[in-house]
């Protein structure tokens, strides 16, 4: 387990480092932002909804490694998924990262599973999904974590 962890924390290392789809994409028609107060993290998730397809979705923020990782991750996820699709793959993520029971093979995303292990950074990884479920439903404004 130890090499598979160590690839993990390189992952997460190299997503903190160089975030992926950071900024805010052309054409975006929705989004919202996330809070973290345990923590500090700050997240603006971007979305261009298609005929109810995820065509594009990008963030900017600042925070932790776990949350500028988790977000960089989500949106490599979930660009070209429907808007059902993206809402599976949200409450899959949510299950493995809480450990509550099981889940489905997320790919990529397996490695934040560790953090299930600390409950205080739980919030740091979904962060970012509770940002892209309201922008999604068109929420916008502003969620917390607490
Ligand atoms: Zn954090």
């Not at 005929?51 to 500028?68: H, L, N, Q």
């Not at 660009?79 to 493995?96: D, I, N, Q, S």
């Not at 999904?129 to 922008?135: I, R």
Request: overall charge negative.
């Amino acid at each position: 387990m130890s090499d598979l962890r160590e690839l993990y924390q390189e992952v997460i290392v190299d997503h903190n480092r160089n975030p992926r789809n950071f900024g805010r994409p052309e054409g975006a028609n929705r989004e919202a932002q996330g809070f973290n107060p345990l923590c500090g993290d700050q997240v603006t998730v971007f979305l261009r909804l298609e005929d109810g397809v995820v065509a594009d979705v990008a963030f900017e923020g600042s925070g932790c490694a776990i949350s500028t990782a988790s977000a960089s991750l989500m949106t490599e996820a979930l660009k070209g998924k429907t808007a059902a699709e993206a809402e599976h793959l949200f409450e899959e993520f949510h299950r493995m990262v809480a450990g509550s029971g099981s889940h489905e093979d997320l790919g990529k995303l397996e490695v934040l599973s560790g953090v299930k292990e600390f409950p205080a950074r739980i919030k740091c990884a979904t962060l970012a999904w509770h940002a892209f479920d309201a922008a999604l439903n068109g929420k916008g404004g502003s969620v917390k974590t607490e």
